[in-house]
């Protein structure tokens, strides 16, 4: 079935620094990814959704400035968390969709905590 | 815009016990539905689809257009069935690039 890998699992950073994290479909070809942001206790907030070969489509109140999103390949899709604050301590969690034949599939998630 | 409402934030029952959990959405056209599942600490598991109309892990899961529901039940609840779930519409067959909106979420608590 429909595999999706996200990298890293987690990751402590600084306040200021730049995160990127990894989104790829392992066994089949994604035009569209989606980043989601779950706090604790909380349900999955849509923040994004990465198309391959174009910009990405932002949800209201999300800064693209702030969390940069690229789909260079039908594989991988990167979210860059950039100059990095406390409050963007979350965790992140991507997801893809193989066909109309299987739901979604989701990453295992990064926890990112920034100190 | 699409909606999903899942009223109950918790729902605790005995082993063995029915479950049933709730989902409502709001949507003009016709929507495909699913219910997720998040075990402790683990990503999220595609549990139900309401097109495949299929029986997973025991649960079943019935679109009722006119009450515009999708429960999810269980006749005799597990204690490995503790977990949260995650009912989520997405707008219509139109192949992997429609985003999915997701309810709240229900903890379900299988209690001994």
């Known amino acids: 079935g429909a595999v999706v890998s996200q990298h890293p699992s987690w990751v402590i950073c600084k306040s200021g620094t730049s995160v990127k994290i990894e989104c790829r479909s392992l066994?089949?070809?994604?035009?569209?990814m989606f980043w989601y942001r779950q706090f604790p206790k909380q349900s999955l907030m849509l923040m994004a959704t990465?198309?391959?070969?174009?910009?990405?489509?932002?949800e209201q109140g999300v800064e693209k400035d702030k969390f940069l999103i690229n789909h260079a390949s039908l594989t991988l899709s990167t979210l860059t968390v950039t100059s990095a604050h406390p409050e963007d301590s979350s965790f992140y969690i991507c997801?893809?969709?193989?066909?109309?034949?299987?739901?979604?599939?989701f990453g295992s998630g990064t926890r990112l905590t920034v100190v | 815009a699409q909606r999903v409402t899942q009223p109950e934030k918790l729902l605790s029952v005995f082993k063995g016990a029915p479950v049933e959990l709730k989902c409502n959405y709001s949507?003009?056209?016709?929507?495909?539905l699913f219910w997720y599942v998040q075990y402790s600490r683990q990503r999220l598991q595609l549990l139900l689809r309401?097109?495949s109309r299929e029986s997973i892990k025991g649960f079943t899961a019935d679109l009722n257009k006119g009450e515009t529901s999708f429960h999810l039940k269980k006749p005799f609840a597990q204690e490995e069935d503790s977990a949260m779930y995650y009912c989520?519409?997405?707008?219509?067959?139109?192949?992997?690039?429609?985003?999915?909106?997701f309810g709240t979420g229900t903890q379900l608590k299988v209690e001994l």
């Open positions: 997801s893809a969709r193989q066909d109309l034949n299987y739901g979604y599939t």
């Open positions: 066994d089949f070809q994604a035009t569209t």
């Open positions: 990465s198309n391959e070969g174009s910009k990405a489509t932002y």
């Open positions: 949507y003009s056209g016709s929507p495909e």
């Open positions: 309401h097109i």
């Open positions: 989520a519409l997405v707008k219509g067959k139109t192949g992997g690039g429609n985003k999915l909106t």
